[in-house]
């Protein structure tokens, strides 16, 4: 089960906004309002914030210049990820990934399932990794991008999350989860000090 380790320290993430709409603007972006509130509240800070509507290349463009900035380590996207034919995020954001991350969308499914019952199996959201870079497409409402933000990505952005969590992954000055760290068997040790000798 995971817990919180009272050893590690806290390392904030700087983590950009996407709403994808082709209606919403910033005074109606609720999705996008509930996720700037969470991650700041959370400790980390708002890189960038931008709405862009429905459209594949436009997704694909914003997410890419995010991907390609040092100083961003994760992109959370909101709409787009159902099954009309103007939900194209994931078909923007697939290419992009170097890794996919499965169990994202499995278990949003899986606490979504919860609160909508089988409905829950029309969202498309998904996760994946792009240059050392976190992405994160959810559904467009409030809602589930609460159920993603407080069931899953708090304490997957979280570096004192125990057994394990993404942080080091984006942030090289954060501590490796154990389940990353080196062997430290006193075999390996031995290894270790042959070749040092």
Known sequence: MAHVSADAPFVP???AVLTVSDTRGFDRDGSGDLLCAR???AGHWLGDRRIVADDIYRIRAAVSEWIAHDGIHAV???GGTGFTPRDTTPEALAPLFDKVIEGFGELFRQISH???GASTIQSRAIGGVANRTLVFA??????ACATAWDGILASQLDARTRPCNFVAMVR???????SRQPATTPVAAERVEEKQA
């Open 13 to 15: 993430l700087n983590i």
């Open 39 to 41: 991650l700041t509240d």
């Open 76 to 78: 959370l996207v909101n």
């Open 114 to 116: 919860g609160d909508i």
């Open 138 to 143: 959810l559904p467009g409402s409030p809602g």
């Open 172 to 178: 090289p000055d954060a501590a490796p989860c154990a």
